[in-house]
């Protein structure tokens, strides 16, 4: 008992300060339109008010017997007036909304943005998270709604109060009778909101699967596996069965609670009769004018309506509270910012693995475990083990992608969490193991690993011989400015895998550093620039620290040190003829590349 | 005259759409707005009876039933409203999971071509977003029609209290209307044309947003520059349009302050005329009842059909132009597609649509049942086209293909393709489970547990993955959609995607770099694989492995999209060419270090 009210205390509170934050929002998203829109509000709640209540005054003016005409002119001048402003706020208000709408999907979008891009990178680990990072993505209209829903909830109440107060005078019975009639209603529509959002939580991943189906058909990378196997027929049936199931499933929910509603609804419509019958009596025992009756009728139907107006508001606030909710927890997230320590990283240091243990958030098993190794400066390292021994996960801990759960990761014998960690990774040149097929302009592609360089065409140029690029781009008339892909021009150009692969190697010799760290650089490379490419490796960057990955043992054979990983550990060390020597794993490896070449 | 037709064509098609997905409901909700709307009159009248009555002082038992009556009117209308805008939410439902499914329906069926340009995904995209719009057209048709009747009803109530009047009002409201059209018909076409500069700033936010660039984002520190590409690309869009809206905005003051200056002048009418003793408070209540309705109804009814027009003509015309798209095989296939035996490249030449960089130049080679051909070439040379010329992904721009010795375009598309168990080199990872990813190629013996556990075993990924899998073959794959779900390094997703090559068990095997991020142990599996397989089976590989080419048949080697040079690997290396000199820089590193 006394937790549940806790329970419900805290609710409030979160309700109170999601609301604090919608309106922080909506307000620091535009301040201008933000004040603009509360003006336009009152003037729509109120204008309407003093209207019906002016009516009134000129209606008795006419068919009172005795005539203050001056008064009544008075009042039909106001009236006209308000009338007439109201006709031109009209064409002011759809101006505001639009005008507002955009700038706070700007921001919004900025604020998505900045948080993604700076949370960790275990964010996109974790399905549920994920779940969130969406819900943001297609809910920034949550936000929006928030604001707009409380907004009307404020005209609502403010509506309300005013017309609460004048039926109250005409006769506190009807005014009484017009709320209570309503509490069915309220409460029929209350359940049905809770149970809309019990639904959608539920119901979530389902409609993201759905979507998932419906993009497949208009993924490019899909294309051609689809084709070769016939799948499009498979994967409508799938999708349309699991929307037939969703769909049918609420539609009989929805239509119960449609005719539990129009019912209630019909109830509530009595005080609307009560309030005829008892100004009719009101007008032929003489204590009400004319006037007087369509003013109280009005009245009664305007508060029936905005009481009805408040409930569907507050619901749908209520609904947003739910997504705004888990907005503000993905919000919320620390920036890997706040991880970071204030050192600058040393160039060129030593770095060491110190009983690295590690396990990806969620996930069942370790991929290191108890993992030691030292790389001194300058040296040449190849990584060397089977599918999946976590050699790729090395490279995300020394860039703090990850924090291993035990042990440390030393640069000159500080632990690199001490570091900045944007100024660590900028002490790497890197080339991850997915190249990302960017389109965009080639001089952006390349530039992104400095992309204060952007314009730097001498580097760039740099760049592409280091890598080989420069083969690729010798006959394109744009040069740099040639765009890849064909995301948003039509003569984009297409690269092969090999090609992205160089492209991505360029980045990463754009970016100025010691230590070079390349995750399969080869995979997808001919022969004659994969020899280019080591080469340069070896012999023109050897003043600088390399970590090699790579399945091709023939180019880290000339390494100066090789490690070979395996059950999450360094399993054998040593140069290649150290290796071969002890006639271990490595050997094995090996020699089954090598017998093909006798 | 076309719009007038094309708007018609968009109208069928709506109604379509609404009556396969809803059928009588449509019926349903039109009836009921029907209902609604008489109701709605008939309120407005009763109301004024019954505050005639009151005002000639009618005693409260005789008021009594037409104050029933006027309740329950008003219940009516209030409960046909609601019933009807809950009928629409959910027929909205169902139209609009209707023409998403046609657009599936027609999007598979187009060339890969289309859907890898830059139009067909704007195209594509943007009628997704016409779910709403196209699907309503009948619908708002309905409203449309209750719209006018009511306005005709009060007016028509209205011309017989005073014709000029009621003209002299009706005239005033006109212009608000025609604004708010051209304004639809302006700002759809602003859109449209704008929707590269959108897609463009869209493409900077999906760089910071999605998982596939997020390594790269936080390994350069991306957040402010992409940002700020964003902002002044969606900026410099806001700008412009705020621009459209301004000068619309005027307008709408301007006609709006005309349609107010109706409503004054009729309202002080009315009193003038209550006040000269000829109206009474009930008429009042009428007249000023009907004259909202009348406008209300009008403007609606514009504001309605001006948007609809719009849809009708410009979105719906996009959506007939992606309609009139050549699907795929346009034609019935003439030619039964008997065992296979060969398979030739007869002169073909190749550019990639909207390029102008020939691919190909007239390249020739066959490919007879049983052999294994190996196919190399530095990067670039267009290895991976010709893969996608014989799975008629894209057609030849010149010279033929011929399958058993007859052009390939006379069979059916499905047909040829059933005939290649292929790895791209750029494989799909799907997030469904590990059964769907290994059993996809072939749907109908997706349910064979053994099947499918053999092909994971041949490709070699089972062991490993074996004991991490909390749900055997049904285990998903990727966190996406579940939280148990298996993530995979790279090296392992590609043995997934060979093992789904294994399970399809056609006729040719084709291999595009199958061991590109595979570890030794597993290529020398895959390239023994690929030399062992049973005889009657034919092989292409593609590989910058040259020691997997020693184990084909034959070798193509691809320079600048013309074959340089062809033999098997003796011949080649006798040849002393580019093949020779490939060979040489792969071996070199393996031997002449291991001799030290």
């Known amino acids: 008992m006394k937790q549940e009210k806790i329970g419900n205390r805290s609710a409030f509170f979160r309700l109170a300060s999601n609301v604090f934050f919608g309106v922080r929002t909506s307000f620091r998203a535009s301040k201008r339109y933000f004040i603009l829109k509360c003006l336009d509000l009152l003037f729509d709640t109120a204008v309407p008010l003093i209207n019906i209540r002016l009516w009134k005054e000129i209606l008795d003016g006419i068919f009172a017997q005795e005539k203050n005409s001056c008064a009544v002119f008075l009042c039909l001048g106001v009236y006209c007036a308000l009338t007439f402003l109201r006709h031109i706020e009209w064409g002011f208000t759809n101006y505001l909304n639009e005008c507002y709408f955009d700038e706070l999907s700007l921001y919004l979008d900025r604020l998505q943005m900045e948080k993604t891009s700076r949370c960790d990178l275990s964010f996109y680990d974790q399905a549920n998270l994920g779940d969130k990072a969406r819900q943001v993505q297609q809910n920034s209209y949550v936000i929006r709604n928030m604001t707009w829903s409380l907004f009307r909830i404020l005209a609502a109440l403010s509506g309300i109060a005013t017309t609460f107060v004048a039926v109250l005078l005409f006769n506190p019975w009807i005014a009484l009778l017009t709320v209570v009639l309503l509490i069915p209603y309220a409460i029929v529509n209350a359940r049905y909101n809770g149970r809309v959002l019990e639904r959608e939580t539920e119901q979530q991943r389902d409609f993201r699967k759905i979507t998932y189906y419906s993009n497949v058909f208009r993924n490019p990378d899909y294309l051609s596996e689809l084709r070769l196997n016939g799948l499009y027929a498979h994967f409508s049936d799938v999708r349309h069965r699991l929307w037939d199931t969703i769909f049918q499933k609420n539609e009989k929910e929805d239509f119960r609670y449609t005719r539990r509603s129009i019912l209630l609804m019909i109830v509530g419509t009595l005080s609307y ?229 160089i492209v991505s190697l360029a980045r990463a010799y754009f970016h100025d550093s010691e230590m070079i760290i390349l995750d399969e650089p080869s995979a997808s490379l001919d022969p004659i620039t994969e020899d280019k490419i080591f080469e340069q490796l070896y012999r023109r960057e050897s003043g600088k620290t390399s970590l090699t990955i790579s399945h091709r043992l023939s180019n880290t054979v000339r390494a100066d040190q090789i490690l070979v990983i395996g059950d999450g550990k360094v399993l054998e060390e040593g140069s290649h003829e150290e290796l071969l020597a002890k006639g271990g794993l490595y050997a094995h490896l090996f020699s089954l590349q090598a017998d093909k070449y006798r | 005259m076309p719009k007038i037709k094309l708007y018609f064509r968009a109208l069928r098609f709506s109604f379509s759409v609404q009556w396969k997905a809803n059928g009588l409901a449509l019926v349903l909700y039109g009836s009921l707005l029907l209902i609604a709307t008489t109701a709605t009159l008939v309120t407005t009248r009763l109301f004024q009876m019954v505050l005639d009555a009151i005002a000639a002082k009618t005693q409260l038992p005789a008021l009594l039933p037409l104050a029933v009556l006027l309740a ?221 309705t009348a406008m209300d109804s009008f403007q609606n009814l514009s504001f309605s059909f001006g948007w609809s027009w719009v849809y009708g003509t410009r979105k719906a015309a996009r959506l007939f132009e992606f309609f009139s798209l050549e699907p795929e095989a346009p034609e ?197 694989s690929f030399s062992e397989m049973a005889e009657e089976k034919t092989g292409i590989m593609i590989s910058h492995r040259i020691s997997g080419a020693r184990l084909a048949s034959r070798i193509l080697l691809l320079e600048d999209g013309r074959i340089a040079e062809e033999g098997t690997h003796e011949e080649l290396l006798e040849k002393n060419g580019l093949y020779a000199r490939f060979f040489a820089l792969q071996r070199d590193k393996y031997l002449t270090k291991e001799g030290v």
């Open chain 1, 273 to 501: 009769l009560a309030t005829i019958l008892l100004s009719a009596a009101a007008f032929l025992a003489g204590t009400l004018s004319i006037g007087g009756v369509q003013y109280n009728v009005s009245l009664v139907s305007r508060l029936r309506a905005q009481l009805e107006n408040l409930i569907s508001s507050l619901n749908l606030f209520l609904r947003n509270d739910e997504r705004l909710t888990m907005i503000r927890d993905f919000i919320d997230l620390a920036p890997e910012k706040e991880k970071s320590g204030k050192k600058l990283p040393p160039s060129c240091p030593c770095i060491e693995f110190r009983h690295v243990t590690f396990r990806y958030p969620n996930a069942k098993e370790d991929v290191l475990r108890d993992c030691s190794f030292v790389i001194e400066p300058r040296k040449k390292i190849g990584l060397i083990g089977v599918n999946g021994s976590g050699k790729s996960t090395l490279i995300k801990l020394l860039f703090r992608f990850y924090d291993p759960q035990e042990g440390e990761i030393l640069l000159n014998g500080t632990d690199i969490r001490e570091y900045d960690v944007y100024a660590l990774r900028a002490s790497f040149s890197v080339l991850f193991q997915e190249c990302v097929r960017y389109s965009l302009p080639l001089r952006e592609i390349i530039a992104l690993s400095d992309f204060a360089q952007c314009g730097n065409d001498e580097k760039l140029r740099a760049a592409c011989r280091a890598s080989g690029a420069d083969e690729i781009i010798r006959d394109w008339e744009d040069g740099f400015d040639s765009v890849l892909g064909r995301f948003y021009v039509d003569n984009g150009r297409d690269l092969s895998g090999g090609q992205w692969q």
């Open chain 2, 72 to 292: 329950l009117s008003l219940v009516l209308q209030r409960a046909a409203r609601e019933f009807s805008s809950r009928l629409n939410d959910r027929a909205r439902q169902k139209a609009i999971e209707e023409y998403e499914r046609i657009l599936i329906r027609h999007t598979s069926s187009l060339p890969a071509a289309f859907i890898d340009s830059k139009a067909g995904r704007i195209l594509s995209e943007e009628l997704r977003h016409y779910n709403y719009n196209i699907t309503e057209l009948s619908v708002s048709l309905l409203f449309q029609f209750s719209e006018f009747y009511a306005f005709f009803a009060a007016f028509v109530i209205l011309a017989r209290y005073h014709l000029p009047f009621a003209l002299l009002f009706l005239a005033l409201t006109v212009p608000s209307s025609l604004v708010s059209a051209i304004y639809a018909d302006k700002t759809d076409r602003f859109r449209w044309e704008n929707s590269p500069d959108r897609q463009k700033a869209s493409y900077y936010r999906w760089i910071l947003t999605d998982p596939t660039p997020a390594m790269d984002v936080r390994m350069y520190n991306l957040t402010d520059a992409m940002t700020d590409r964003y902002t002044s690309q969606q900026g410099a869009y806001l700008t412009r349009i705020k621009k459209l809206r301004a000068k619309h905005t005027l307008f709408t003051v301007l006609t709006s302050c005309i349609s107010g200056a109706g409503t004054l002048v009729f309202l002080l009418f009315t009193i003038s005329e209550a006040v000269a003793g000829r109206l009474g408070v009930g008429s009042i209540a009428l007249y000023t009842g009907y004259a909202a």
């Open chain 2, 332 to 528: 019935p296939p003439a030619r039964k597609l008997e065992a296979f035996s060969s398979l030739a490249f007869d002169h073909v030449r190749f550019t990639y649509p909207h390029t102008e960089k020939e691919i190909l130049h007239d390249l020739s080679f066959t490919l007879n049942k049983g052999e294994r051909l190996f196919l190399a070439g530095i990067n670039g040379s267009g290895k991976t086209t010709v893969v996608k010329l014989l799975l008629r992904l894209y057609e030849p721009t010149g010279g033929r293909i011929l399958l058993n010795g007859h052009p390939i375009t006379e069979y059916d598309v499905a047909e040829v393709r059933k005939l290649f168990s292929v790895l791209f080199q750029s494989f799909v990872r799907y997030p469904l489970t590990l059964r769907d990813n290994v059993g996809l190629s072939d749907l109908a013996r997706m349910d064979r547990d053994e099947e499918i556990e053999d092909a994971l075993n041949e490709s070699g990924v089972y062991d490993d993955l074996r004991e991490k899998l909390p749900d055997g073959l049904d285990s998903m794959m990727t966190r996406r959609f579940s939280d148990t779900g298996v993530e995979l390094s790279k090296g392992q997703w590609q043995k997934i995607a060979i093992a789904r090559a294994y399970f399809k068990r056609a006729e040719i095997i084709l291999f595009d770099e199958p061991s590109s991020a595979l570890d030794a142990e597993s290529e020398d599996r895959i390239f023994r």
